[in-house]
DNA sequence: GAAATAGTGTCTATCAGACATTATGGC
DNA sequence: GCCATAATGTCTGATAGACACTATTTC
């Protein structure tokens, strides 16, 4: 590997270069936060508490702290543990929104990224009137969406749905341990349709992702139900085919 | 639109985001050009002739240019019909890559978008020695890439290649018209696998997304193949199941 | 035992892959 | 006719969906 100039000169023009010779967009990271709580899916919104759209709800989000900040994924992960406390989330870029107009004041770019976080791991700070969570599904509440967001959450329902059928994403969205029964309410949720038990199970069982745990459900009447736990929170478990194309 | 007072802690919290309070990072956008072209996926690149990284391969991109650029993706198609002359090509954005090290300048993140051409339409700038299609499998080539556009090429070649599994889009590597052959030889150039031949006419037959065009091919030995072009460059075509999974 | 929920077994229509066969051009 | 390539036909193993069935708990 040859440069053709020496170090010398690359180092000169590093002193003398000028970052601010070019105009540079407002840039924020935004987060689209999901949980599984209550037989809904769940998305974490905060109040808008200045203008523009003060007193809108709006996702979780702000501006890089280039000191603190390494990475756009570290900010991303320093701004779900302020909100919700959570450490080692489930978190994926979604995408970049960028543009004149989605901010009345100047141009803008945020880039969103979605994370899937169990409800019982979540502590929300203490003003339950300025963050709440709100079921997707909820017209109401897209609607009162600041900026973008109704469009940002939108996509990222899609490439949420869309991931449950090659990954297993969706455990992330359920405590360390948990029954089958309630993995496929959790797909059930997201996809808005009923799934085939015996299907689901044997898809499950193929992909060989999750471990018995000696453990059984005491949840009232009915045969309690095997507890599991995932196998390996770091290897990548695809599906070979999809699980809702035909589902009744 | 209820405007409820803001809470102490809210206030602090947006005051603490306040955008003039940081830097913004540097921000650009990149393109990974794809054109299939003499049995290759390759991929533009141009020689940077300033530094850092003076003399190295890179993606063509730029910063964006808050007065004509009205979106992401309007900057994304203005560099790259400055650079191939392609109007009209597909557009994707990929995802943005941004961190403090990126760059030794300082902290960039650059929002990356891949676009797939017909080599005939391509027109290259002036200097064959400053801008070169380069096969995306030369090490040799990903070797000298300037910042971290090697890894942008690898995710874009990961991308572009699952999309092909359940997408239409390598019709967008080829000009208008053009045979099942020629279709399915680019589906095995990307996939880096022979596909069956039955399989795939199947498959793209069942996905009905082409219509014969009244044209044969002249090439020499062997029956003509029909010439086929793509009924809907705006519907998106979805294929039901995977190509490549399972083919020998 | 009844009710409720968890979990398994089995049948079948579908379909991707494999590969044989036919079709159509140049020489 | 021979070769090369395009295009079609047919068989088969795999499997997703459907649904009947068994298992285990509470009451």
Redesign the interface.
């Known amino acids: 590997?040859s440069?053709?100039?020496p170090d010398l000169?690359?180092a000169a023009?590093?002193r003398h270069?000028d970052?601010a010779l070019?105009?540079?967009?407002?840039?924020?990271v935004d987060l689209v936060i999901f949980t599984a709580h209550e037989a809904q899916l769940q998305v974490l919104l905060v109040?808008r508490?200045?203008h523009p759209y003060?007193?809108?709800w709006a996702l979780p989000g702000?501006?890089?702290?280039?000191h603190r900040?390494?990475?756009?994924e570290a900010c991303a992960e320093r701004k779900l543990l302020e909100k919700t406390g959570v450490k080692a989330p489930y978190l994926e870029?979604l995408?970049?929104?960028?543009?004149?107009?989605r901010d009345p004041r100047h141009?803008t770019?945020t880039?969103a990224y979605f994370a899937l976080i169990a409800a019982p791991a979540v502590h929300l700070?203490?003003?339950l009137?300025?963050v709440r969570w709100a079921p997707v599904c909820d017209r109401a509440v897209a609607d009162?969406l600041a900026f973008d967001h109704a469009t940002i959450l939108a996509d990222a329902i899609e490439r949420l749905r869309a991931k449950l059928e090659y990954t297993h994403i969706a455990v992330h969205l359920l405590p360390e341990e948990f029954t089958l029964p309630q993995l496929q309410q959790v797909y059930e949720i997201i996809l808005q349709q009923p799934l085939d038990k015996s299907s689901f199970r044997r898809r499950v069982a193929e992909a060989d992702m999750l471990e018995p745990v000696a453990r059984q459900s005491r949840n009232g009447s009915g045969r309690p139900a095997q507890f599991y736990r995932f196998r390996d929170y770091d290897r990548r478990t695809f599906f070979?085919?999809?699980i809702s194309?035909n589902a009744r």
């Not at 070019?22 to 924020?28: A, E, K």
């Not at 900040?69 to 756009?72: A, C, G, I, P, R």
């Open positions: 590997m440069t053709s100039t000169e690359e023009f590093l270069y970052p070019y105009d540079r967009p407002s840039f924020s109040k508490g200045e003060k007193g809108w702000g501006f890089l702290d280039l900040d390494s990475t756009l870029q995408r970049t929104y960028g543009s004149r107009d141009w770019a880039v700070g203490s003003g009137d300025t009162l070979p085919r999809s194309r």
